[in-house]
């Protein structure tokens, strides 16, 4: 039973601020990358819109999805066969092994337990973000010498981009990120990449 002092809700606010994602048009958009390997996020229920819904029209589209925290990454499981990738950080890494979920790193530490669970994982990069990730090349090397061992469970690198509305911003991270990564056998390997701002479509070329 509500409190008669408890606050009204008002309908209307909430009906303005509806967001209808368009199915069509988020296809539309996806189309844009089909030369790339696309990790669509959906954490935070897919941004409000439904992890769910979201992820029935784009699991066969895309190479993988993206979740903040492992409970949610054993959700989507539950209905979604399409890899999963948590982009947060990891404290329940035998949750994550019974769900099959691709873990982000960013110390020798994580990757110890990665192996030890046998996660496959993404070592985080930190371009500018200044979240979460790995900033220094020699720390890289120590987490990638882990894997020595087990190579395959190393699927690649992943970067939050602070920013993409600036076309030099976006290209100094993009420099930072290539050469922190290219120093290892891992050139060539898949990345993930996210933008914390507005994001466009750019072509890059490869620092040298």
Not at 5 to 20: D, H, T
Request: net charge positive; hydrophobic share 40%; with cysteine.
């Amino acid at each position: 039973m509500l409190c008669q002092q408890s606050k009204k809700i008002n309908i209307v606010y909430i009906v303005k601020n509806l967001k209808i994602i368009n199915k069509k048009r988020l296809l539309d958009n996806l189309a844009l990358f089909s030369h790339k390997k696309v990790c669509a996020m959906v954490k935070a229920d897919a941004y409000g819109h439904g992890m769910r819904q979201i992820a029935e029209i784009l699991q066969d589209k895309v190479f993988c999805f993206g979740v903040a925290k492992v409970e949610e990454g054993a959700v989507l499981r539950s209905f979604c066969k399409t890899p999963i990738v948590v982009v947060g950080k990891t404290f329940d890494f035998d949750c994550a092994r019974k769900n099959n979920l691709i873990v982000v790193i960013e110390s020798e530490a994580e990757a110890k337990m990665a192996i030890k669970f046998g996660l496959s994982v993404f070592v985080k990069i930190d371009c500018g973000m200044k979240r979460l990730g790995v900033n220094s090349a020699k720390t890289l090397k120590k987490i990638v010498a882990k894997f020595d061992c087990c190579k395959k469970l190393l699927l690649g690198f992943s970067v939050h981009f602070s920013n993409t509305a600036s076309k030099e911003s976006t290209q100094k991270q993009y420099q930072k990120f290539y050469r922190q990564a290219s120093f290892s056998s891992m050139r060539g390997q898949a990345g993930i990449c996210q933008a914390q701002k507005r994001a466009e479509k750019r072509s890059l070329p490869r620092p040298k």
